[in-house]
């Protein structure tokens, strides 16, 4: 079996439809320490998606049984405060780990069927423009744009991945297979949560 070691992003499973928050903001921690292996031009979505995680740390440090789980402390929140921090911190953060979950979907795809490519541009390109690019604004669209040339290749992600040890790629692809399982759920669970509530915002910024 698998240690947490061995396989990061251990996304919670969903009971009775809803998501562990502890257990979700720990996965999403080591989501921002993969992306931080991208190499440092990415530091600006690392520090986005972590200023989000610590948002939403704060909320759930406030009373960590009420807040439980992340649908039970967006209600919470909606339902007691003007200023809705972590319904807004939430819904970015989800549209960031949806992003990468369209990535690695995308690596671990190609890797299965034989069609591995070196060159993930066009991979993050098309997850960021699924995700992220419909709610941003030029400037941060033409800055992501520079940032996805930087992309390491595939070679140099599963290295990084590996802390550096060659001969790891197989287990690295199927760890990664294994965690994007719940992280789909999760994503997919959050994305209809926030429609069935009214809470997505889809202002340009």
Do not use: C
């Not at 390109?125 to 604004?137: F, I, M, Q, S, V």
């Amino acid at each position: 079996m698998a240690t947490r070691s061995d396989n990061k992003m251990q996304f919670p499973e969903l009971v009775d439809n809803k998501i562990n928050t502890e257990k979700f903001l720990q996965a999403a921690h080591d989501v921002v320490q993969t992306v931080d292996k991208f190499g440092k031009l990415f530091a600006p979505v690392r520090y986005d998606m972590q200023g989000n995680i610590d948002k939403l740390t704060t909320r759930y440090s406030m009373d960590k049984i009420a807040n439980s789980t992340l649908q039970d402390m967006i209600l919470l929140e909606k339902s007691t405060e003007k200023d809705l921090v972590a319904v807004d911190a939430l819904m970015w953060l989800r549209r960031a780990l949806h992003m990468i979950l369209l990535l690695f979907e995308k690596i671990v795809e190609t890797h299965k069927t034989g069609e591995a490519t070196e060159d993930l541009i066009i991979f993050l390109r098309e997850a960021y423009k699924e995700t992220l690019e419909p709610y941003h604004g030029w400037m941060t669209q033409q800055l992501f744009n520079l940032l996805s040339r930087m992309m390491p290749t595939r070679s140099q992600l599963l290295l990084a991945l590996a802390n550096g040890e060659t001969g790891k790629d197989e287990i690295i692809l199927r760890n990664m297979e294994l965690s994007l399982v719940n992280l789909r759920k999760n994503v997919i669970a959050l994305r209809t949560f926030y429609n069935d509530h009214d809470l997505e915002v889809t202002t340009v910024v």
